[in-house]
């Protein structure tokens, strides 16, 4: 019997650099407005990666275990908003076990047929990175099911009466899925990660870190006062931290001698409306809509959406997030309130 056709959308799988690299690439945008540097930023091991020291122990745990057994490493979760660092650990993950790593997001595995192209052409050991797992659709999430548990994808081929199911066997994957809300997560699909671990706003000390590596990997001046305050300003998070690297690096270079001190970091990022504290303009729009048209609140998001031009995710996944952290914002059942320290700052 021929063998079932799978309907695998080269475009919507993966792309994949050439084979020196063994290094693949997102095909799609997913808000990664500087994808080629990124790339080059990403620490490509452990040893590289600062911060978030739970994460990496548990990790280098269960590295060192799949190693020793000869294994594939088991499923893994990250959580956390974005750019924090959850693509960067999938890959280093692939580099530390020997493996390929494929990289594909929730919302492009359409039909259960995406997800068996995926899956029927991993390796064993291979490690399937899905982001935004939080956003795979219901059909495709039960289809993950059997193929995470018992390596195996049963598919219906055929409709009406020449319906018949087919049972795939796959290679020992890892499943390694990222998410910015574990809540949005179902029960079953969270419980079959062995590890669920979440990653954390950086402090300033690992940003700092980060940023004098980025600005010696691009050969930029810079002094470690001029760090430390584009640290300051980075919402700890390390991909902003890089995006804003480039711009005070323009800045330094059109309005002072090239070099990133302090002077020349604080003034360029005013330049960008971040204040001393990180926030944003929309930051500030969302705190201000809240004080000063509802005396605080509470507010519902999606009224907050529309007042202040922004999508519900974005304000849900990124500005949210760092708001609540920093104490100027909490979440309620009725809506969004704004808090005393909040009022002070504005
Ligand atoms: P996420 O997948 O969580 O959105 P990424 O892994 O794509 O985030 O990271 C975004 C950028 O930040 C990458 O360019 C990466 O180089 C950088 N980055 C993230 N975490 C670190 C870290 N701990 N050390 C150095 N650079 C980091």
Same mark, same amino acid.
């Given at each position: 019997?021929?063998?079932?056709? /799978?309907?695998?959308?080269?475009?919507?799988?993966?792309?994949?650099?050439?084979?020196?690299?063994?290094?693949?690439?997102?095909?799609?945008?997913?808000?990664?407005?500087?994808?080629?540097?990124?790339?080059?930023?990403?620490?490509?091991?452990?040893?590289?990666?600062?911060?978030?020291?739970?994460?990496?122990?548990?990790?280098?745990?269960?590295?060192?275990?799949?190693?020793?057994?000869?294994?594939?490493?088991?499923?893994?979760?990250? $959580?956390?908003?974005?750019?924090?660092?959850?693509?960067?650990?999938?890959?280093?993950?692939?580099?530390?076990?020997?493996?390929?790593?494929?990289?594909?997001?929730?919302?492009?595995?359409?039909?259960?047929?995406?997800?068996?192209?995926?899956?029927?052409?991993?390796?064993?050991?291979?490690?399937?990175?899905?982001?935004?797992?939080?956003? /795979?659709?219901?059909?495709?999430?039960?289809?993950?099911?059997?193929?995470?548990?018992?390596?195996?994808?049963? /598919?219906?081929?055929?409709?009406?009466?020449?319906?018949? $199911?087919?049972?795939?066997?796959?290679?020992?994957?890892?499943?390694?899925?990222?998410?910015?809300?574990?809540?949005?997560?179902?029960?079953?699909?969270?419980?079959?990660?062995?590890?669920?671990?979440?990653?954390?706003?950086?402090?300033?000390?690992?940003?700092?870190?980060?940023?004098?590596?980025?600005?010696?990997?691009?050969?930029?001046?810079?002094?470690?006062?001029?760090?430390?305050?584009?640290?300051?300003?980075?919402?700890?998070?390390?991909?902003?931290?890089?995006?804003?690297?480039?711009?005070?690096?323009?800045?330094?270079?059109?309005?002072?001698?090239?070099?990133?001190?302090?002077?020349?970091?604080?003034?360029?990022?005013?330049?960008?409306?971040?204040?001393?504290?990180?926030?944003?303009?929309?930051?500030?729009?969302?705190?201000?809509?809240?004080?000063?048209?509802?005396?605080?609140?509470?507010?519902?998001?999606?009224?907050?959406?529309?007042?202040?031009?922004?999508?519900?995710?974005?304000?849900?996944?990124?500005?949210?997030?760092?708001?609540?952290?920093?104490?100027?914002?909490?979440?309620?059942?009725?809506?969004?309130?704004?808090?005393?320290?909040?009022?002070?700052?504005?």
């Amino acid at each position: 019997m021929a063998g079932p056709k /799978i309907a695998f959308n080269e475009e919507k799988g993966l792309l994949k650099l050439p084979a020196d690299r063994g290094v693949p690439l997102l095909n799609h945008t997913l808000a990664e407005p500087r994808l080629p540097v990124e790339a080059a930023l990403r620490p490509p091991s452990f040893a590289d990666f600062t911060g978030q020291r739970k994460t990496i122990e548990r990790l280098n745990v269960m590295v060192g275990a799949a190693r020793s057994r000869g294994e594939a490493l088991s499923h893994i979760l990250f $959580s956390g908003p974005p750019g924090l660092g959850k693509t960067t650990l999938a890959l280093i993950l692939g580099t530390e076990m020997g493996r390929q790593v494929r990289i594909t997001s929730g919302p492009v595995i359409e039909r259960p047929s995406d997800l068996a192209g995926l899956l029927t052409n991993l390796q064993e050991g291979d490690i399937l990175f899905i982001d935004e797992i939080h956003r /795979i659709s219901k059909t495709v999430e039960e289809y993950l099911y059997s193929a995470m548990e018992d390596f195996r994808l049963d /598919i219906i081929i055929d409709q009406g009466p020449n319906a018949r $199911s087919v049972s795939l066997p796959l290679n020992r994957f890892t499943l390694v899925g990222a998410t910015t809300r574990t809540g949005l997560l179902t029960a079953p699909l969270r419980s079959r990660f062995t590890l669920q671990t979440r990653l954390d706003y950086y402090t300033a000390t690992d940003l700092t870190q980060i940023i004098i590596r980025s600005c010696q990997l691009l050969e930029i001046p810079f002094e470690t006062a001029g760090a430390e305050e584009i640290a300051r300003r980075a919402r700890g998070t390390p991909r902003i931290a890089n995006n804003l690297i480039h711009f005070v690096r323009d800045f330094a270079s059109q309005r002072a001698d090239g070099i990133i001190t302090q002077a020349v970091a604080a003034a360029a990022l005013e330049l960008l409306e971040i204040d001393q504290n990180g926030l944003d303009e929309m930051d500030k729009r969302i705190l201000r809509l809240l004080a000063e048209a509802y005396n605080g609140g509470p507010v519902g998001l999606g009224t907050i959406a529309i007042a202040v031009g922004e999508d519900e995710h974005t304000l849900e996944e990124v500005h949210e997030p760092f708001l609540i952290q920093e104490g100027y914002l909490q979440r309620t059942a009725q809506g969004r309130i704004l808090t005393p320290k909040a009022f002070a700052l504005l």
